[in-house]
Antibody, heavy 118, light 108 residues
């Protein structure tokens, strides 16, 4: 059974750096074809793909967010960490992590709301 | 970046009716197109991948078609649990993915 869970601060101040952790089970990030993705959703709005990291350590980012993002993996801990710098109130959203296998987003975490406010 | 445009924004239908949702890509994504269903307070659920393939456990009243730039999700007979928001998503290549803006299927 594949599970993913997001963790991190629920409230950050403008200009701060956000660090989110996705802890997963039921699969390995050493397996060919596997990736972990981050997707976000502002309240009442559409989904926005943010970043993904592949089994071979390939890392890709949304062009509009690329300068602010870093994604890393710790395969021993079954975790993926996303950092986003210079947070703004427009970054308030539910942040989901999800597993993809050969480019198919098949399993999602429950998501967590991150609010950016002073 | 590939832009996905979904239409209509809202679809008002009754249970038992057929729903047809459209997703158009700004450039070809071959068949690398997925559909997701999202209900309030829940994570999205994968319905269709690679344009036409139903995900595990998805009933056959959901079907996907299309390739290149034009795709359709059809729900043959709406059931009460099908009223939700539907998103298309492209994964053409490994680099940068995008979602459409969503279509809400609501009870008429």
């Amino acid at each position: 059974q594949i599970t993913l869970k997001e963790s991190g601060p629920t409230l950050v101040k403008p200009t701060q750096t956000l660090t989110l952790t996705c802890t997963f089970s039921g699969f390995s990030l050493n397996t060919a074809g596997v990736a972990v993705d981050w997707i976000r959703q502002p309240p009442g709005k559409a989904l926005e793909w943010v970043a993904h990291i592949y089994w071979n350590d390939g890392k890709y980012y949304s062009p509009s967010l690329k300068s602010r993002l870093t994604i890393t993996k710790d395969t021993a801990k079954n975790q993926v960490v996303l950092t986003m710098t210079n947070m703004d109130p427009d970054d308030t959203a539910i942040y989901f992590c999800a597993q993809s296998y050969w480019y198919v987003l098949g399993h999602w975490g429950q998501g967590m709301l991150v609010t950016v406010s002073s | 970046e590939i832009v996905l445009t979904q239409s209509p924004g809202t679809l008002s239908l009754s249970p038992g009716e057929r729903a047809t949702l459209s997703c158009r890509a700004s450039q070809s994504v071959s068949s690398k197109l997925a559909w997701f269903q999202q209900k309030p307070g829940q994570a999205p659920r994968l319905l269709i991948h690679d344009a036409t393939n139903r995900a595990t456990g998805i009933p056959d009243r959901f079907s996907g078609s299309g390739s290149g730039t034009d795709f359709t999700l059809t729900i043959s007979r709406l059931e009460p649990g099908d009223f939700a928001v539907y998103y298309c998503q492209q994964s053409a290549g490994s680099l940068s993915w995008t979602f459409g803006q969503g279509t809400k299927v609501e009870v008429k």
